[in-house]
């Protein structure tokens, strides 16, 4: 078993950057990979981004290519985002998951962390 939780959300103004990070504990050896998914009020959950725990290239949703960045420390057990030239339409609730094998669903979620972007 894993448990995520996330921190390091706010209100910002557009063009200002946040970090975000994901806690892992428990059976953490075990994770595949980790995930940053977000989901504002009436829309679609939306991937993020994605980092292997093993290491190797990142993944990233098109609509944050460029401005974000994920990145992982193992000894940690924490993986961040950092969130650069936030605009309001990145406003949501972030959320990291966590899937423990590569061919299969996330099965750990952290409770979420509200980022605001706003003048």
């Known amino acids: 078993q894993v448990q995520l939780v996330e921190s390091g959300g706010g209100l910002v103004q557009p063009g200002e950057s946040l970090r975000l990070s994901c806690a892992a504990s428990?059976?953490?050896?075990?994770?595949?990979?980790i995930s940053w998914f977000r989901q504002a009020p009436g829309k679609e959950r939306e991937f993020v981004a994605r980092?292997?725990?093993?290491?190797?290239?990142?993944d990233y949703g098109n609509s944050v290519k460029g401005r974000f960045t994920i990145s992982r420390d193992n000894a940690k057990n924490t993986v961040w985002l950092q969130m650069n030239s936030l605009q309001p339409e990145d406003t949501a609730v972030y959320y990291c998951?966590?899937?423990?094998?590569?061919?299969?669903?996330?099965?750990?979620w952290g409770q979420g962390t509200q980022v605001t972007v706003s003048s």
């Open positions: 980092t292997r725990w093993s290491g190797g290239p990142a």
């Open positions: 428990g059976r953490t050896q075990s994770i595949y990979s």
């Open positions: 998951a966590a899937k423990m094998d590569w061919a299969g669903q996330y099965d750990y």
